[in-house]
């Protein structure tokens, strides 16, 4: 897991006139709590923190924070816990951290990499992701960049569960066993071929009925 420094400032003030205030001024509003932590309002350096996400790539990241308070300093570990994007722009608009402790165990989310190419997709298959990250509990050293399993096996029809997956020792997956992650399924027929089912269905459906036709009048007959 990345280990990161960044530098924050506790806010005084709250409320969406002081959040844009902070924005236009090239920082994001945040804050940070926890399970022995009062909730500490914060400002953070936007360019800082985008630098800080790019180098992340999607991987958690394990964050020492130097919290500036009326010429203080305060220093806390911490995680991301949330944050809140522009629905148009995806700019980060707020900053939800998490202080943790190195001697206890954090719940986070971490994606799931398949392995492999399922032989259902040479069949003509797809691979869908039904989920592409799981929740784990462990200590935030352990935390892993992925949980890794192998699709090889899966045919069209088949499917992959938690229950199936094994994560690394020290980790604990806390989500329900029977939770469907990954399927296979068949391709959706072309409309060539959907034309073509319905001409042998209606020819079938004409022989049967030509069939029933003859034996009526062969019994009239007799």
Do not use: W
Not at 22 to 51: C, D, W
């Amino acid at each position: 897991m990345k280990q990161v420094e960044i530098e924050a400032s506790r806010r005084n003030e709250t409320g969406k006139g002081v959040a844009r205030k902070l924005r236009r001024s090239g920082q994001i509003p945040g804050v940070i709590y926890g399970s022995k932590t009062e909730p500490i309002p914060l400002a953070v350096n936007m360019h800082e923190f985008n630098r800080l996400l790019f180098l992340a790539k999607g991987e958690q990241m394990l964050i020492t924070m130097n919290i500036k308070d009326n010429g203080n300093s305060i220093q806390k570990l911490a995680m991301i816990k949330d944050l809140q994007l522009h629905p148009v722009n995806d700019q980060v608009r707020h900053i939800d951290f998490y202080e943790i402790f190195m001697d206890e165990p954090v719940t986070v989310e971490v994606p799931i990499a398949a392995k492999g190419k399922a032989k259902g997709v040479d069949e003509g298959g797809t691979m869908e992701f039904l989920q592409r990250t799981i929740e784990v509990s462990c200590l935030p050293m352990a935390i892993p960049k992925a949980i890794e399993v192998d699709v090889s096996d899966l045919g069209i029809g088949d499917a992959l569960h938690v229950a199936d997956l094994t994560p690394p020792e020290g980790v604990t997956i806390v989500e329900d066993p029977e939770t469907t992650i990954i399927t296979v399924v068949g391709a959706a027929p072309t409309e060539a071929e959907e034309l073509e089912a319905a001409e042998e269905e209606a020819e079938a459906a004409a022989e049967a009925a030509a069939e029933a036709q003859e034996k009526s009048s062969e019994e009239e007959a007799g």
